[in-house]
């Protein structure tokens, strides 16, 4: 029974693995179609904006396929390892707010850090909600 289980998550996260490969190989066509678009659109000046917002979109599109892609039992595991990434994103809130090259960088980096400490702090909860299911229980 547990290794069917098993393997049917590695199954799904075989699929969800194939699915972001797809996405990356679509991934430089979509560019290229938004650069030529930008570049058409634009008269021949091209705004980096443009390809910074193409990229943002990807993210997205390859974001939400890799999430719905994974059997629910995995779900926890992932947004584990999401929420240890979030560690990274302290440490760059922590420059901006520390930094002060302006009052918006500031700001942000604060919004940022309050943002990242609820992240990991509710990360942190849902993992040991988890593990606390698999303890045994005395009566």
């Known amino acids: 029974m ?3 289980i098993m393997n049917r998550a590695l199954e799904s996260l075989d699929n969800a ?4 490969r797809a996405a990356a190989e679509q991934a ?3 560019a290229n179609a938004a650069g030529a678009a930008a570049h058409a659109v634009s008269g021949g000046v091209i705004d980096p904006f443009v ?3 193409a990229i943002f ?8 396929y890799v999430v719905w892609s994974v059997t629910p039992a995995l779900h926890t595991p992932l947004m584990a390892v999401t929420n240890a990434i979030s560690s990274v994103i302290v440490v760059g ?13 500031t700001g942000f980096g604060f919004v940022a850090l309050v943002l990242v400490s609820v992240n990991i702090f509710g990360g942190f909860l849902v993992t040991s909600r988890m593990l606390a299911m698999y303890k045994k229980k005395d009566r």
């Open 2 to 4: 547990a290794n069917e």
């Open 93 to 105: 809130a922590l420059l901006a707010v520390g930094a002060s090259l302006s009052g918006f960088a």
């Open 57 to 64: 979109v990807l993210a997205i599109f390859v974001g939400y």
């Open 17 to 20: 693995v194939a699915a972001v």
């Open 28 to 30: 430089p066509e979509v």
């Open 51 to 53: 390809f910074q917002l």
